[in-house]
């Protein structure tokens, strides 16, 4: 006889921010477990530790163990809005608003990162248009699991 087949992991949604898809983190997540006590089926609270890799994206799933009878739960990542940043692939877009005078002569501003550090952003020479697009090269998302 065969042994039967493992239970499939049973499927959460994660909540993270992209400050922590950025960094990466570990946290501790409380799921309600469906499991079968004889005929009945039965929520059981547990705690699960998962570590999100530096660079994930929202949709990636990470699979961890739950549990004392080797059940595992699928925690699927949905990112969270972010005031100043968004997201599309490893790139990161923010908007910022300029004067009249700093169109014309030039302007330096200083913005705090996902990551926590500080981006200096210079207007180059000349006019600065509206809708104009300013790339800092390597600030984007970092590449790693699920990343961009």
């Known amino acids: 006889r065969r042994a039967p087949p493992p239970p499939s992991p049973q499927i959460f949604r994660l909540e993270v921010t992209l400050e922590e898809l950025c960094q990466g983190t570990t946290k501790r997540v409380r799921v309600d477990l469906l499991t079968r006590e004889g005929p009945r089926v039965v929520r059981r609270p547990t705690t699960v530790e998962v ?8 949709g990636h799933c990470i699979v961890v163990p739950a549990g004392d009878a ?4 699928a925690l699927v990542l949905h990112e969270r809005p972010h005031p100043r940043f968004e997201r599309s692939g490893a790139d990161l877009g923010t908007s910022v608003r300029v004067t009249l005078a700093e ?46």
């Open 51 to 58: 570590t999100i890799p530096r660079g994930a994206r929202g």
């Open 70 to 73: 080797g059940e595992e739960v």
């Open 103 to 148: 169109a014309l002569l030039g302007f330096r501003r200083t913005l705090r990162h996902v990551d926590g550090t500080d981006l200096t952003v210079r207007s180059p020479r000349g006019v600065t248009r509206p809708g104009e697009l300013l790339v800092s090269r390597g600030k984007g998302m970092p590449r790693g699991a699920g990343g961009g």
